[in-house]
């Protein structure tokens, strides 16, 4: 079946960086585009960035622009989210998506789901 599962979330002080991880099985990897979303206590779930299927394109949500960076390795079913800066806002719990489709920056548009880590980031 379908498996996604993030790791690497943890606390961390304002200014500081983590590395997040996706390791995805159950389906055909390259073949589906992949996105990070994150969702913080009492607000909806907010796209942080995501890839195309091929993963020549990534873009990013606007809080994250030139703080956070995504990567994918196709051959080990895995996705990254460097980030960078941290910042208190940036409190949430973060999660990998995959879609069968075109790249989309909408969290309905996603088929699976991982369970989500948790990134606290402290004054």
């Known amino acids: 079946q379908v498996q996604l599962v993030e790791s690497g979330g943890g606390l961390v002080q304002a200014g500081g960086s983590l590395r997040l991880s996706c390791a995805a099985s159950?389906?055909?990897?390259?073949?589906?585009?992949m996105g990070w979303f994150r969702q913080a206590p009492g607000k909806e779930r907010e796209f942080v960035g995501g890839?195309?299927?091929?993963?020549?394109?990534?873009y990013y949500g606007d809080s994250v622009k030139g703080r956070f960076t995504i990567s994918r390795d196709n051959a080990k079913n895995t996705v990254y989210l460097q980030m960078n800066s941290l910042k208190p806002e940036d409190t949430a719990v973060y999660y990998c998506?995959?879609?069968?489709?075109?790249?989309?920056?909408?969290?309905?548009?996603?088929?699976?789901w991982g369970q989500g880590t948790q990134v606290t980031v402290s004054s």
């Open positions: 998506a995959a879609r069968s489709r075109g790249q989309s920056a909408t969290a309905k548009a996603y088929d699976y």
């Open positions: 890839f195309s299927r091929s993963g020549s394109i990534t």
């Open positions: 159950g389906f055909t990897f390259s073949s589906y585009a």
